[in-house]
């Protein structure tokens, strides 16, 4: 058995999800003395937990006890979450409790599940107690009261209660802890999550006043709240602030400025970042190229979509289906269907199989321009690559027949 291609096949499967079928695999396995390791497991967990199956995640939690792989602190912290999303938090709880048994140490990602479902139902006492039990052991007292403290203002937070979060803020303050830059960065993260952008820049300064540095968390919550309200030129010189600052940007910071810029139709500014990001030695994943292609695109600069598309290739991104719908798409839009369909064919020679998108974008230019045997046509090829239709492609033909019955 290959044991390599079984596990991708459970992965995939799960990602599809196909769990049945990816049970089936894996009890194969089994009866063939072969036991998936505790990620492939982890998969099938995480997607029973997503389905809402959670008898079956724990009939496969218990024989992972049993047979093995041991579960790991991921698997529980999947399987907690899972009863958390479907407002069962005493189970949680047990589950919680269940690790310790099992000799698993509980990390911050379980801590924040349970703190973030105990807060929503409104249960902040007994997110307290949690916590202190957690933290309480192997901290100072100090450090345990501003370690639960930070935990619970963020779960209000989350939940939408500012009014709670910031009467955390305030004891905090009354007790004299010495607040950190993560307390102060989960403060900033709450404004920015309910857009008050001037309560969050307001914080940002009084940490700096108090000698803290802010950290990449805090520049990319400010530049992530700014763009969501549509304020580029506050998040870049955000940007500039945090280089001057000695906090270098990451990829996360360009991201979020030339996606919000490409939104807001300044792509060539947008450009002007990505050269910046690849001066420093930053070569961006291929949404951040899509994003800039498919802005120039949406302007009816072709040439400049494809010289994007070029200068990706020669820095080793290569393009995906994603970025040859974006130059289909600018093709189209300009009344290309010739070099559109020469684009579909060019993905197709790179192995590349154009998705429902690609299909939706020729068949409904085909339909707007008469091609309707083309239309045809493509439907019918992208069945044969088992590529399901839905609602556009449908109603793209529908609308191109009846105009023909009209002219008939």
């Not at 072709?302 to 020669?314: E, L, P």
């Amino acid at each position: 058995m290959d044991y390599t291609g079984c596990v991708a096949m459970i992965r995939n499967l799960c990602l599809e999800g196909k769990f049945r079928a990816a049970l089936w695999l894996r009890n194969k396995m089994i009866l063939k003395g072969v036991i998936p390791d505790v990620i492939t497991h982890n998969h099938l967990v995480s997607g029973l937990c997503k389905a809402g199956d959670l008898e079956k995640a724990d009939k496969l939690v218990r024989e992972m006890l049993e047979i093995g792989p041991s579960p790991n602190c991921a698997t529980y912290n999947t399987f907690i979450k899972g009863y958390c999303l479907t407002n069962n938090v005493d189970k949680a709880l047990n589950l919680f409790s269940r690790m310790a048994y099992d000799g698993i140490q509980p990390n911050n990602i379980t801590c924040s599940i349970l703190i973030h479902a105990l807060c929503k139902k409104g249960l902040l006492k007994d997110a307290r107690k949690l916590l202190e039990k957690i933290v309480g052991d192997d901290c100072g007292k100090e450090t345990s009261d501003i370690i639960t403290s930070t935990i619970i203002m963020d779960g209000c937070f989350k939940n939408g209660d500012m009014a709670q979060a910031l009467v955390h803020w305030d004891e905090m303050l009354q007790m004299g802890s010495r607040i950190d830059v993560v307390a102060y960065n989960v403060l900033i993260h709450g404004f920015c999550l309910s857009q008050d952008m001037n309560n969050a820049s307001r914080y940002f300064c009084e940490m700096v006043k108090r000698g803290l540095l802010p950290d990449i968390f805090t520049y990319n919550t400010l530049i992530s709240g700014f763009c969501k309200i549509g304020n580029l030129d506050e998040a870049c010189y955000i940007l500039g602030v945090m280089s001057k600052m000695g906090v270098a940007p990451d990829p996360i910071s360009y991201k979020m400025i030339i996606q919000g810029l490409c939104i807001h139709g300044d792509v060539t500014r947008a450009s002007q970042f990505l050269v910046r990001m690849l001066k420093n030695l930053k070569v961006p994943e291929p949404l951040i190229w899509n994003v800039i292609i498919d802005g120039y695109g949406r302007h009816g600069d072709i040439g400049k979509a494809f010289f994007i598309r070029d200068q990706m290739v020669s820095f080793g991104v290569l393009p995906n289906v994603f970025t040859y719908n974006a130059l289909i798409h600018a093709q189209i839009k300009e009344g290309n269907i010739v070099d559109a369909h020469s684009t579909k064919k060019e993905m197709l020679s790179t192995g590349i199989y154009p998705d429902v998108v690609t299909y939706n974008l020729l068949i409904g230019a085909a339909c707007s321009f008469g091609f309707f045997h083309s239309a045809v046509w493509l439907y019918d090829e992208m069945l044969r690559r088992g590529c399901e239709p839905d609602e556009i492609t449908h109603n793209a033909l529908i609308h191109a027949q009846m105009r023909r019955r009209k002219h008939c």
